[in-house]
């Protein structure tokens, strides 16, 4: 059963305004949860993260929040540009009992900015 | 550039064939994966190397074979492959095996089809 889930799989919006992108988890040992953007033909590439200790982290455009109690993160994009669009995968980080990291991915959700 | 090279791009094979998937990174990293995506479906780890040494194996079928000569350079050898296998199978390397937020750094991958 998946541990991670974006449950829209796509989601539209107007260059300037804002994007929300949500994601799920089920897990409650994940220590750091990450968020990928890919673009065509090209691997994911990392944007940002968050510590499950905080609730949210900003880096420019983007800022991720978390709600622990929910189980429930959201990257948001302010404003949008039409270069966002792209896959954006939602990613939890849990240990291997080696003490490997081991990440789990959502199916990702496609974000089309509309000039 | 990604700093992760992957090759070749795009591999065709019968069942009956072998064949190999590299994947090489430039970025000084001490950890490298192979992850599984097949349509619809989340990133599935399949293998976590460490400076050489195999780490993990996720429960991956033994007609998948990986190999690690020095720490930039990953394989995949490939040998008797079913149609269920064909997916996009993506590289990535982290600084550390361990440690809180080490984002993985992905290639662009191999499109696998299987006839």
């Known amino acids: 059963d998946q541990q991670v889930k974006q449950n829209s799989p796509s989601l539209s919006v107007q260059e300037g305004r804002i994007s929300i992108l949500n994601c799920d988890y089920t897990n409650s040992m994940f220590d750091y949860f990450l968020w990928y953007k890919k673009y065509p033909a090209e691997g994911p590439t990392f944007l940002i993260s968050?510590?499950?200790?905080?609730d949210k982290n900003e880096d420019g455009r983007f800022t991720v929040f978390l709600n622990k109690s929910a189980k429930h993160l959201s990257l948001h994009i302010v404003p949008s540009q039409p270069g966002d669009s792209a896959v954006y995968f939602c990613?939890?980080?849990?240990?291997?009992?080696?003490?490997?990291?081991?990440?789990?991915f959502g199916t990702g959700t496609r974000l089309t900015v509309i000039p | 550039e990604t700093g992760v090279t992957q090759t070749p791009r795009h591999l065709v094979m019968g069942m009956t064939n072998k064949k190999s998937l590299k994947c090489e990174q430039h970025l000084g990293h001490n950890a490298m994966y192979w992850y599984k995506q097949s349509a619809k479906k989340p990133l599935e780890l399949m293998f976590v190397y460490s400076l050489e040494e195999r780490v993990e194996n996720n429960s991956v079928p033994s007609r998948f074979s990986p190999e690690c000569p020095n720490s930039s350079h990953l394989f995949l050898h490939l040998h008797t492959l079913q149609p269920e296998d064909s997916a996009l199978y993506l590289c990535?390397?982290?600084?550390?095996?361990?440690?809180?937020?080490?984002?993985?750094?992905f290639g662009d991958g191999t499109r696998l089809s299987i006839l």
């Open positions: 990613a939890a980080e849990a240990l291997f009992q080696t003490g490997a990291n081991n990440l789990f």
């Open positions: 990535a390397s982290s600084q550390d095996l361990r440690g809180p937020n080490q984002p993985q750094h």
């Open positions: 968050i510590s499950s200790i905080k």
